[in-house]
């Protein structure tokens, strides 16, 4: 498989192929690159590696493997210094994209009523211990073992730092409950107010990075509850 890149967009890949293999996690094996270009062996042919069916994610023997994945992952010390920057989710929380969502949400009742909360739970998010996270999970990314219980995700274009909780919550979004409790067996890591961030940040991050619209889980009345908890004041 020949990977391009004809432009800037994406080559970050390059950079964390190497930093994943350099510390002993299991990614796809590059035949050869360059500044432009990856070429990796065809799944399709390898003996060891398979691409993913859709039906992975609810595969506990799967989720396990991928769970012990991510918490490599989510451990390694890495930071901005090391050429790593935030994930595009992570730079969508800027209290100027709130301000622009304001002018264009400010005409519902539901977000006249989050808004101050919100600028409460930025300030909060400013503070929270952010690692390396995969940020772009979905099946068809993810990459198992012909025999063995191996799991990982290819394709590091959208990784960057951020909050681990909402790395999990895209991890686990196409998964049962089966593979979720097995994924987190093997993960054994815990995060400040891991749930609760994972519930409140991923629909704010959607809105602010203009990717959903009126109908984000955002604007329900079950977030509205939820953040009013978290932010004491209900």
């Given at each position: 498989?020949?990977?391009?890149?004809?432009?800037?967009?994406?080559?970050?890949?390059?950079?964390?192929?190497?930093?994943?293999?350099?510390?002993?996690?299991?990614?796809?094996k590059?035949l050869?690159?360059?500044?432009?270009?990856?070429?990796?062996?065809?799944?399709?042919?390898?003996?060891?590696?398979?691409?993913?069916?859709?039906?992975?994610?609810?595969?506990?023997a799967?989720?396990?493997?991928?769970?012990?994945?991510?918490?490599?992952?989510?451990?390694?010390?890495?930071?901005?210094?090391?050429?790593?920057?935030?994930?595009?989710?992570?730079?969508?929380?800027?209290?100027?994209?709130?301000?622009?969502?304001?002018?264009?949400?400010?005409?519902?009742?539901?977000?006249?009523?989050?808004?101050?909360?919100?600028?409460?739970?930025?300030?909060?998010?400013?503070?929270?211990?952010?690692?390396?996270?995969?940020?772009?999970?979905?099946?068809?990314?993810?990459?198992?073992?012909?025999?063995?219980?191996?799991?990982?995700?290819?394709?590091?274009?959208?990784?960057?730092?951020?909050?681990?909780?909402?790395?999990?919550n895209?991890?686990?979004?196409?998964?049962?409950?089966?593979?979720?409790?097995?994924?987190?067996?093997?993960?054994?890591?815990?995060?400040?107010?891991?749930?609760?961030?994972?519930?409140?940040?991923?629909?704010?991050?959607?809105?602010?990075?203009?990717?959903?619209?009126?109908?984000?889980?955002?604007?329900?009345?079950?977030?509205?509850?939820?953040?009013?908890r978290?932010?004491?004041?209900?």
């Amino acid at each position: 498989m020949l990977k391009l890149f004809l432009g800037e967009f994406g080559r970050e890949e390059l950079f964390f192929y190497k930093l994943l293999a350099q510390a002993g996690l299991p990614t796809l094996k590059l035949l050869q690159k360059d500044e432009t270009a990856l070429l990796m062996a065809d799944l399709d042919f390898s003996d060891t590696l398979a691409p993913a069916t859709l039906d992975a994610a609810k595969d506990p023997a799967v989720m396990g493997a991928l769970g012990a994945w991510y918490r490599a992952l989510h451990q390694l010390e890495v930071g901005e210094g090391d050429g790593i920057g935030l994930s595009a989710e992570w730079q969508a929380l800027s209290f100027s994209n709130l301000e622009n969502a304001n002018q264009v949400h400010g005409d519902k009742p539901a977000w006249r009523r989050l808004h101050p909360l919100l600028v409460d739970l930025l300030e909060q998010a400013a503070s929270l211990p952010l690692r390396l996270c995969y940020n772009d999970f979905h099946p068809v990314n993810l990459v198992t073992g012909r025999q063995e219980a191996l799991a990982f995700m290819m394709d590091y274009g959208r990784m960057g730092l951020n909050h681990p909780a909402v790395d999990l919550n895209n991890a686990l979004r196409f998964s049962d409950e089966a593979g979720r409790a097995a994924f987190l067996a093997a993960y054994g890591l815990t995060w400040p107010r891991q749930e609760t961030w994972s519930t409140l940040l991923p629909p704010l991050m959607d809105v602010l990075m203009g990717v959903a619209g009126g109908e984000c889980a955002l604007f329900s009345e079950e977030y509205d509850q939820a953040l009013r908890r978290f932010i004491g004041k209900e």
